[in-house]
């Protein structure tokens, strides 16, 4: 090779470097035939790699505020005194004692709260929040036993305690339902899911089912769950004039300031909630009767208002994931291909709220079958209204259709995972659509091998190390990719090249504001440190809850949208004498600080020198996230194969999981610091659903028993081995950076694996959640 | 919480003059009594703090430990001595709560620790002979997984909850305790009670008594001795039931043998059927399963706890197996 090669050569290099770097303009939306988000075959960036959370030193200095460390002024405190029968009247409801005591400053009942309307439940309008439709202290009606019936109102936190003890209440009890045997006589009702009825049939799958030449045909179930995030719910609360401001923790501050707009009837402008900091969320931190207790406590005493629920508060108020009873029943034929699904069952819920915990979910797009039939009906109970927890539906429709598949695997002497691979679908089995991006295959086979699967003994109950029976277990997780309508971004940016990134989303510890500094920097050609997110405000344009997963998705497409938006400002501020002159949106990209032409990186200008040139401090652009019209073309979900290996003592029936792993298909993984934590977060909540969790929910009088973190039992650091995870980082081409959401994926799958592997050391097959040591005696 | 006065105690006979009013109660690292307090299932007018007052490990004349009931749990767990000739109590007490509450925990306090049962702690919600004597028992037929199947009552079915006190019903463990009258000691057996119809009284003590101290006698073979605890989680959750043993085997024979029972009954319980069905015959399967069956013959289930019957005959014959072999 000459010299004048390798010179040419190394320009070559520089120029296809820069190439590498220029990201264009992503497009907006990823419809059939589209281009996919150019970044995601950027591979040398920010993107991908690990990044340390960007509020994580605040964090461990405690300096990051909380919504129960704002202080306002003349602030007072909230202790609530709670309903003890479930559904009836309050006879007497003596507060004299409380009034007079220390400190109090008034306590509101329903006698002098101010009028409200009863919030807008969840689901019946786009930016409703309501737990239920409930009127909030504002009759004398009983509803759940746990329900707020008192106020009180006092100069500290202490002094509010202590009064809402002296706090005297009789009740004329009502007609109630509060044991699920009692609801299921009185009749169900198919679940109606987004008014969407939670049913599929596809052929007949009873007479396929009959025929079948090996089946299973069980009943699974689940408990309740209470909701237990380290941060208990708090928010504080100041009117100024008509004027209300709300410091909460959630996970929803537009529709919550719009609901809250309603109850009190103000213009939605009239009312901001501010969540910059939410310490877990997990589907809990929504909008329920505290918020509009502690506003109308500030209104009634014309003061600011802190509501902090205590623990017990938490599992009074706050609404969990409800019971559920699954029929799972497979028919295959010898070689294990599906003639039949049948997954089919009830859940409880209220009279009053909209959640049917949709736990046929999983098993819509889960495996190929000749027929299925698939149903969620529901049941009323007089309990506090059930509501999202982690994967609502997916977790404990998972731990049926996946000990159901076991189950089979078992009947028919096949190895678990080559069942699951002969069954894998091709294209979605109930809409027929093609999917995005699925890779469990891969996923099964990677893990199977880091696991060491080839280990298990095939026959159950043949392992043993002293009193120690020990099995494996595996199963298929899975949660849908959303994104939900109604997300906006607005990019500022400055002369000194900063850009300030702002979308009403929320940070719940996840990394959620960090990844979106990546991507945001990555888009706008900027470094992290000029990036600056802001969130968490409900004057921030746009709604992104945080549910569903799906707030990664919503972000990326709202900021693609407003970069495009800001590229074209700034090419209409470069103007005539930019080198960029004459060019559109679709010919630049952003790179470096500046805005570059596709076909010839060397034609380029700063945003600096743009806006020094138009006089301009800054430039901004908002604009909404195109419609989230890929999940009309595609079946779009993150998957899992889980891995699990238990002992359990031969002796007390104690089971102990020593290894778990957890292998991933779930798109482009962005930051692998932060989404590690987010899988292995989702891995311990699936260990304490499989072994342990269960609101004791007293079924004489619907009372919850253990509203206590003594009681309600959670795993501790000892039921937890190391847990290992990896994924196929296989970019989805239809989504934003080809990225999903992760933040409910890891819980699915769990609790079937443990059960799996149980039943693999004992031969002993659990169908009741959770697996205690009673039921392996 | 109720407002209450504080003061804390210089010495014994200070903490009992602090301590005469009818309302008053002492205070120990308050690890529960805070708790029940949060609660309002406890209500005293004033405290007082007595963990100022003796927390030392003493020789007694007769070759055992005299414990200062001031002790931290964890600081007694950690003693050398009690490491090396109890193994058994060292080994209840990590087996306890989590390892903040062990610091904070004393010795007297964690005897006096009050019961687990859900009723008992929710004053707003629940009907409790414990706590409201005469209203009812709201657990009889309802949760009742951490329940006795052991010297239960109609009026009461709750377990003392503490780990501890296992070890020193099946050590033989001796109480001082400071009263109106002066200083007397009793047997640890005999301080706690059996529901009957009162099941509001725990103890034995009189209002104002003060434990001083807790006295273990020599016991040798104590040096083969365990704990077992079997729980919902493996760590920081209270028995559903757990066996501190010791055991002498000679010859295959035994030729002593302690065994006391936790998370079973109103009180820990000493199984003292099963351990002369054991003492003088063989140590080996057969004679432990008969030994645990004969002292289960009375057991009384409930809605949700029938398995503990089971469990319990299975941890007692696992452990005495242990230590058999250990000996052997
Ligand atoms: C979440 C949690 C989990 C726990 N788990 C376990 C467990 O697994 N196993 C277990 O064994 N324990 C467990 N505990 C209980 C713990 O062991 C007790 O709370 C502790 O031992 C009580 O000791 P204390 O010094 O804090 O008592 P305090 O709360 O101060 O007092 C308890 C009672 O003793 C009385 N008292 C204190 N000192 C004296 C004295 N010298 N003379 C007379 N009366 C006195 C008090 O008046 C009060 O009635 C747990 C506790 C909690 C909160």
Same mark, same amino acid.
């Given at each position: 090779? !000459?010299?004048?090669?390798?010179?040419?050569?190394?320009?070559?290099?520089?120029?296809?470097?820069?190439?590498?770097?220029?990201?264009?303009?992503?497009?907006?939306?990823?419809?059939?035939?589209?281009? =996919?988000?150019?970044?995601?075959?950027?591979?040398?960036?920010?993107?991908?790699?690990?990044?340390?959370?960007?509020?994580?030193?605040?964090?461990?200095?405690?300096?990051?505020?909380?919504?129960?460390?704002?202080?306002?002024?003349?602030?007072?405190?909230?202790?609530?005194?709670?309903?003890?029968?479930?559904?009836?009247?309050?006879?007497?409801?003596?507060?004299?004692?409380?009034?007079?005591?220390?400190?109090? @400053?008034?306590?509101?009942?329903?006698?002098?709260?101010?009028?409200?309307?009863?919030?807008?439940?969840?689901?019946?309008?786009?930016?409703?929040?309501?737990?239920?439709?409930? =009127?909030?202290?504002?009759?004398?009606?009983?509803?759940?036993?746990?329900?707020?019936?008192?106020?009180?109102?006092?100069?500290?936190?202490?002094?509010?305690?202590?009064?809402?003890?002296?706090?005297?209440?009789?009740?004329?009890?009502?007609?109630?339902?509060?044991?699920?045997?009692?609801?299921?006589?009185?009749? *169900?009702?198919?679940?109606?899911?987004?008014?969407? &009825?939670?049913?599929?049939?596809?052929?007949?799958?009873?007479?396929?089912?009959?025929?079948?030449?090996?089946?299973?045909?069980?009943?699974?179930?689940? =408990?309740?769950?209470?909701?237990?995030?380290?941060?208990?719910? *708090?928010?504080?609360? /100041?009117?100024?004039?008509?004027?209300?401001?709300?410091?909460?923790?959630?996970?929803?501050?537009?529709?919550?300031?719009?609901?809250?707009?309603? @109850?009190?009837?103000?213009?939605?402008?009239?009312?901001?909630?501010?969540?910059?900091? /939410?310490?877990?969320?997990?589907?809990?931190?929504?909008?329920?009767?505290?918020?509009?207790?502690?506003?109308?406590?500030?209104?009634?005493?014309?003061?600011?208002?802190?509501?902090?629920?205590?623990?017990?508060?938490?599992?009074?108020?706050?609404?969990?994931?409800?019971?559920?009873?699954?029929?799972?029943?497979?028919?295959?034929?010898?070689?294990?291909?599906?003639?039949?699904?049948?997954?089919?069952?009830?859940?409880?819920?209220?009279?009053?709220?909209?959640?049917?915990? &949709?736990?046929?979910?999983?098993?819509?797009?889960?495996?190929?079958?000749?027929?299925?039939?698939?149903? @969620?009906?529901? /049941?009323?109970?007089?309990?506090?209204?059930?509501?999202?927890?982690?994967?609502?539906?997916?977790?404990?429709?998972?731990?049926?259709?996946?000990?159901?598949?076991?189950?089979?695997?078992?009947?028919?002497?096949?190895?678990?995972?080559?069942?699951?691979?002969?069954?894998?679908?091709?294209?979605?089995?109930?809409?027929?659509?093609?999917?995005?991006?699925?890779?469990?295959?891969?996923?099964?086979? !990677?893990?199977?091998?880091?696991?060491?699967?080839?280990?298990?003994?095939?026959?159950?109950?043949?392992?043993? +190390?002293? +009193?120690?029976?020990?099995?494996?277990?595996? *199963?298929?997780?899975?949660?849908?990719?959303?994104?939900?309508?109604?997300?906006?971004?607005?990019?500022?940016?400055?002369?000194?090249?900063?850009?300030? /990134?702002?979308?009403?989303?929320?940070?719940?510890?996840?990394?959620?504001?960090?990844?979106?500094?990546?991507?945001?920097?990555?888009?706008?050609?900027?470094?992290?440190?000029?990036?600056?997110?802001?969130?968490?405000?409900?004057?921030?344009?746009?709604?992104?809850?945080?549910?569903?997963?799906?707030?990664?998705?919503?972000?990326?497409?709202?900021?693609?949208?407003?970069?495009?938006?800001?590229?074209?400002?700034?090419?209409?501020?470069?103007?005539?004498?930019?080198?960029?002159?004459?060019? !559109?949106?679709?010919?630049?990209?952003? +790179?470096?600080?500046?805005?570059?032409?596709?076909?010839?990186?060397?034609?380029?200008?700063?945003?600096?020198?743009?806006?020094?040139?138009?006089?301009?401090?800054?430039?901004?652009?908002?604009?909404?996230?195109?419609?989230?019209?890929?999940?009309?073309?595609?079946?779009?979900?993150?998957?899992?194969?889980?891995?699990?290996?238990?002992?359990?003592?031969?002796?007390?029936?104690?089971?102990?999981?020593?290894?778990?792993?957890?292998?991933?298909?779930?798109?482009?993984?962005?930051?692998?610091?932060?989404?590690?934590?987010?899988?292995?977060?989702?891995?311990?909540?699936?260990?304490?659903?499989?072994?342990?969790?269960?609101?004791?929910?007293?079924?004489?009088?619907?009372?919850?028993?253990?509203?206590?973190?003594?009681?309600?039992?959670?795993?501790?650091?000892?039921?937890?081995?190391?847990?290992? @995870?990896?994924?196929?980082?296989?970019?989805?081409?239809?989504?934003?950076?080809?990225?999903?959401?992760?933040?409910?994926?890891?819980?699915?799958?769990?609790?079937?694996?443990?059960?799996?592997?149980?039943?693999? *050391?004992?031969?002993?097959?659990?169908?009741?959640?959770?697996?205690?040591?009673?039921?392996?005696? | 919480?109720?407002?209450?006065?504080?003061?804390?105690?210089?010495?014994?006979?200070?903490?009992?003059?602090?301590?005469?009013?009818?309302?008053?109660?002492?205070?120990?690292?308050?690890?529960?009594?805070?708790?029940?307090?949060?609660?309002?299932?406890?209500?005293?007018?004033?405290?007082?703090?007595? #963990?100022?007052?003796?927390?030392?490990?003493?020789?007694?004349?007769?070759?055992?430990?005299?414990?200062?009931?001031?002790?931290?749990? #964890?600081?007694?767990?950690?003693?050398?001595?009690?490491?090396?000739?109890?193994?058994?109590?060292?080994?209840?007490?990590?087996?306890?709560?989590?390892?903040?509450?062990?610091?904070?925990? #004393?010795?007297?306090?964690?005897?006096?620790?009050?019961?687990?049962?859900?009723?008992?702690?929710? $004053?707003?919600?629940?009907?409790?002979?414990?706590?409201?004597?005469?209203?009812?028992?709201?657990?009889?037929?309802?949760?009742?997984?951490?329940?006795?199947?052991?010297?239960?009552?109609?009026?009461?079915?709750?377990?003392?909850?503490?780990?501890?006190?296992?070890?020193?019903? $099946?050590?033989?463990?001796?109480?001082?305790?400071?009263?109106?009258?002066?200083?007397?000691?009793?047997?640890?057996?005999?301080?706690?009670?059996?529901?009957?119809? #009162?099941?509001?009284?725990?103890?034995?003590?009189?209002?104002?008594?003060?434990?001083?101290?807790?006295?273990?006698?020599?016991?040798?073979?104590?040096?083969?001795?365990?704990?077992?605890?079997?729980?919902?989680?493996?760590?920081?959750?209270?028995?559903?039931?757990?066996?501190?043993?010791?055991?002498?085997?000679?010859?295959?024979?035994?030729?002593?043998?302690?065994?006391?029972?936790?998370?079973?009954?109103?009180?820990?319980?000493?199984?003292?059927?099963?351990?002369?069905?054991?003492?003088?015959?063989?140590?080996?399967?057969?004679?432990?399963?008969?030994?645990?069956?004969?002292?289960?013959?009375?057991?009384?289930?409930?809605?949700?706890?029938?398995?503990?019957?089971?469990?319990?005959?299975?941890?007692?014959?696992?452990?005495?197996?242990?230590?058999?072999?250990?000996? $052997?």
């Amino acid at each position: 090779m !000459s010299i004048i090669d390798s010179a040419k050569n190394a320009a070559q290099g520089l120029v296809q470097g820069a190439l590498g770097k220029l990201v264009p303009l992503a497009p907006d939306s990823w419809i059939p035939g589209g281009l =996919p988000d150019p970044l995601i075959a950027r591979k040398h960036g920010l993107i991908g790699t690990p990044v340390s959370r960007l509020d994580g030193p605040l964090k461990v200095q405690g300096a990051a505020r909380f919504s129960a460390e704002v202080a306002p002024a003349g602030m007072v405190y909230v202790a609530l005194a709670y309903a003890t029968i479930p559904r009836g009247r309050i006879a007497t409801l003596d507060t004299q004692a409380a009034e007079a005591a220390p400190g109090v @400053v008034r306590v509101m009942t329903h006698r002098n709260a101010p009028r409200m309307k009863p919030p807008a439940v969840f689901g019946s309008s786009p930016t409703a929040a309501g737990p239920s439709d409930l =009127p909030i202290l504002q009759d004398d009606r009983i509803h759940w036993n746990g329900q707020p019936i008192a106020a009180v109102i006092a100069e500290t936190q202490e002094q509010a305690d202590h009064a809402r003890s002296l706090i005297h209440v009789t009740y004329e009890a009502g007609p109630s339902t509060t044991s699920f045997a009692g609801a299921k006589a009185n009749g *169900a009702q198919i679940g109606r899911f987004m008014g969407q &009825p939670l049913r599929n049939e596809i052929g007949d799958a009873e007479a396929e089912l009959a025929g079948a030449a090996h089946r299973v045909d069980h009943t699974y179930r689940t =408990p309740r769950h209470s909701h237990n995030a380290i941060e208990p719910h *708090a928010a504080t609360i /100041v009117w100024e004039g008509d004027m209300l401001t709300i410091h909460d923790t959630t996970q929803m501050v537009t529709a919550e300031a719009r609901t809250i707009a309603d @109850v009190f009837d103000l213009k939605p402008e009239q009312v901001r909630v501010i969540s910059p900091y /939410v310490g877990g969320g997990f589907g809990g931190k929504g909008l329920w009767d505290h918020q509009i207790i502690g506003a109308a406590a500030a209104k009634l005493v014309g003061r600011p208002v802190r509501i902090t629920l205590s623990r017990e508060g938490v599992y009074r108020v706050i609404g969990g994931r409800t019971l559920s009873e699954q029929r799972v029943a497979i028919g295959a034929t010898a070689d294990g291909h599906f003639k039949a699904i049948i997954h089919t069952g009830t859940a409880a819920m209220t009279p009053h709220n909209a959640m049917p915990e &949709p736990f046929i979910f999983a098993t819509r797009s889960g495996y190929a079958a000749d027929s299925f039939k698939l149903s @969620v009906e529901t /049941v009323k109970m007089n309990m506090l209204a059930n509501t999202f927890m982690r994967a609502p539906g997916e977790a404990i429709g998972t731990f049926a259709l996946e000990s159901a598949i076991d189950e089979l695997a078992a009947e028919l002497g096949m190895d678990p995972i080559a069942l699951r691979i002969r069954n894998e679908p091709d294209k979605d089995p109930i809409s027929g659509l093609p999917f995005s991006s699925r890779h469990i295959v891969e996923a099964w086979r !990677s893990g199977a091998q880091r696991f060491g699967w080839d280990q298990r003994a095939p026959e159950p109950g043949t392992r043993r +190390e002293g +009193e120690w029976l020990i099995g494996m277990g595996c *199963a298929t997780g899975t949660y849908p990719y959303h994104r939900m309508p109604g997300a906006a971004a607005r990019i500022t940016l400055t002369r000194d090249a900063k850009a300030i /990134v702002e979308i009403a989303a929320h940070e719940m510890g996840m990394g959620t504001s960090t990844t979106t500094a990546m991507v945001a920097g990555e888009r706008l050609g900027l470094p992290l440190d000029r990036i600056e997110i802001r969130y968490g405000d409900s004057i921030i344009p746009g709604a992104i809850m945080a549910g569903g997963s799906q707030q990664t998705a919503a972000i990326g497409a709202a900021v693609i949208a407003a970069h495009n938006a800001l590229v074209a400002e700034l090419l209409k501020l470069a103007g005539n004498e930019s080198p960029l002159a004459g060019l !559109s949106v679709d010919e630049v990209g952003s +790179e470096g600080g500046a805005l570059v032409r596709l076909d010839d990186p060397a034609c380029r200008e700063t945003y600096q020198s743009i806006l020094a040139r138009a006089q301009r401090d800054t430039v901004a652009a908002a604009e909404q996230a195109s419609m989230p019209v890929e999940a009309m073309h595609w079946s779009m979900h993150s998957y899992s194969a889980i891995f699990c290996e238990v002992r359990v003592s031969a002796i007390t029936g104690e089971t102990r999981v020593s290894r778990i792993l957890g292998a991933f298909d779930c798109g482009r993984i962005l930051n692998p610091q932060t989404a590690r934590s987010q899988f292995r977060g989702g891995i311990i909540m699936g260990l304490g659903m499989a072994l342990m969790e269960e609101t004791l929910f007293d079924e004489r009088n619907g009372r919850v028993m253990n509203a206590n973190l003594s009681e309600y039992h959670l795993p501790v650091h000892l039921d937890i081995p190391e847990i290992d @995870v990896m994924w196929t980082d296989i970019a989805d081409p239809h989504t934003p950076m080809g990225a999903h959401g992760i933040g409910e994926i890891g819980i699915t799958g769990v609790a079937a694996a443990v059960a799996n592997a149980v039943y693999n *050391a004992t031969g002993k097959r659990i169908r009741d959640l959770p697996i205690t040591l009673d039921k392996l005696l | 919480m109720t407002p209450f006065r504080f003061a804390r105690a210089a010495d014994t006979a200070d903490a009992l003059r602090l301590a005469a009013g009818p309302a008053s109660a002492y205070l120990g690292g308050g690890t529960n009594l805070v708790d029940l307090m949060r609660e309002t299932v406890a209500t005293p007018g004033s405290l007082v703090d007595v #963990t100022g007052l003796s927390n030392t490990v003493s020789p007694t004349e007769s070759g055992g430990l005299l414990i200062g009931a001031a002790l931290r749990n #964890t600081a007694l767990a950690e003693h050398p001595a009690v490491r090396a000739r109890y193994p058994v109590l060292s080994r209840a007490i990590l087996a306890g709560a989590s390892a903040q509450i062990r610091n904070m925990a #004393t010795v007297g306090g964690n005897l006096l620790q009050r019961t687990r049962c859900a009723y008992f702690y929710d $004053a707003e919600g629940a009907r409790c002979n414990k706590r409201a004597p005469g209203s009812g028992c709201d657990a009889l037929e309802g949760f009742s997984r951490y329940h006795a199947i052991l010297g239960a009552s109609p009026a009461c079915v709750a377990t003392q909850p503490s780990d501890m006190c296992v070890a020193l019903a $099946a050590l033989g463990a001796i109480v001082h305790v400071q009263g109106a009258g002066g200083a007397r000691t009793l047997p640890f057996t005999e301080l706690h009670r059996l529901p009957g119809d #009162t099941p509001e009284i725990d103890t034995v003590l009189a209002p104002g008594d003060l434990i001083t101290a807790i006295e273990l006698p020599p016991l040798p073979f104590a040096t083969n001795s365990a704990y077992r605890k079997v729980r919902d989680r493996a760590s920081y959750a209270f028995a559903l039931v757990s066996v501190a043993a010791a055991l002498e085997v000679e010859d295959g024979r035994v030729r002593d043998v302690r065994i006391a029972f936790g998370g079973v009954a109103h009180k820990p319980w000493r199984a003292l059927t099963a351990e002369a069905a054991l003492r003088g015959g063989p140590a080996d399967g057969p004679a432990f399963h008969a030994a645990a069956a004969a002292e289960l013959a009375d057991a009384q289930p409930l809605r949700d706890n029938g398995f503990k019957i089971e469990l319990v005959k299975r941890t007692l014959v696992a452990v005495l197996g242990d230590l058999g072999g250990a000996v $052997a």
